[in-house]
């Protein structure tokens, strides 16, 4: 069964920068839509972006005009570009796809945003 590897996270100061990549650990069908959620501390999972196969992408108001989503269908990757993050972005990231009607989740990857 194929999983999603995610990478990309780490520790960085308020106002900086992460670049998180998602990608499936063998080849793959293209997939269809794909996404990345967060889930903080004591939190729901919420969404934070996701992107159709068409490239038409959708944002959560909390992390407009801070991030960007974006997929490389050559490699079967989608990408998160995290700008001017905030202390509020520390969260677990979970990278999230869909093929042919079944749902694939990555393990996550730890963002922490020290202020």
């Known amino acids: 069964q194929v999983q999603l590897v995610e990478s990309g996270g780490g520790l960085v100061q308020a106002g900086g920068s992460l670049r998180l990549s998602c990608a499936p650990s063998?080849?793959?069908?293209?997939?269809?839509?794909m996404g990345w959620y967060r889930q903080a501390p004591g939190k729901e999972r919420e969404l934070v972006a996701d992107?159709?196969?068409?490239?038409?992408?959708n944002y959560a108001d909390s992390v407009k005009g801070r991030f960007s989503i974006s997929r490389d269908n050559a490699k079967n990757t989608v990408y998160l570009q995290m700008n001017s993050l905030e202390a509020e972005d520390t969260a677990r990231y979970y990278c999230?796809?869909?093929?042919?009607?079944?749902?694939?989740w990555g393990q996550g990857t730890q963002v922490t945003v020290s202020s």
């Open positions: 063998r080849r793959f069908f293209v997939f269809n839509a």
């Open positions: 999230k796809a869909r093929y042919n009607g079944i749902v694939y």
């Open positions: 992107i159709s196969s068409g490239s038409i992408t």
